[in-house]
Nanobody, 127 residues
Framework: QVQLVESGGGLVQAGGSLTLSCAVS????????MGWFRQAPGKDREFVAD????????FYADSVKGRFTISRDNARNTVYLQMLGMLPEDTAVYYC????????????????????WGQGTQVTVSS
């Protein structure tokens, strides 16, 4: 079993920044890829970014590329999402996810590929 706990959400003005954290506990050694997703009211959950625990290979949705950075701290079993230049359309509940899947440069952009999820943290960007 794996547990994910997100933190760092909040209210920020447009153009501002936030950094989300996702603490991973349990059978962390079995996890291969970590992802961040978000879900705005009335919309489907969408992929934001992913990272391989081993090697740190990353991939981003076009909507956040150049503004968001995903990173991991293997020693702390924590994954981060640094968000800069935030826009009102970034407003959503942000979820951390983990999976044993993934190989090579495969990108895991579908929520169905992830077995474990955090409870989510609200991010609101005011205009």
């Amino acid at each position: 079993q794996v547990q994910l706990v997100e933190s760092g959400g909040g209210l920020v003005q447009a153009g501002g920044s936030l950094t989300l954290s996702c603490a991973v506990s349990g059978r962390t050694f079995s996890m291969n890829v970590m992802g961040w997703f978000r879900q705005a009211p009335g919309k489907d959950r969408e992929f934001v970014a992913d990272i391989y625990w081993s090697g740190g290979n990353t991939f981003y949705a076009d909507s956040v590329k150049g503004r968001f950075t995903i990173s991991r701290d293997n020693a702390r079993n924590t994954v981060y999402l640094q968000m800069l230049g935030m826009l009102p359309e970034d407003t959503a509940v942000y979820y951390c996810a983990a999976t044993v899947s993934g190989a090579g440069l495969e990108r895991l952009t579908s929520a169905t590929r992830y077995e474990y999820w955090g409870q989510g943290t609200q991010v609101t960007v005011s205009s």
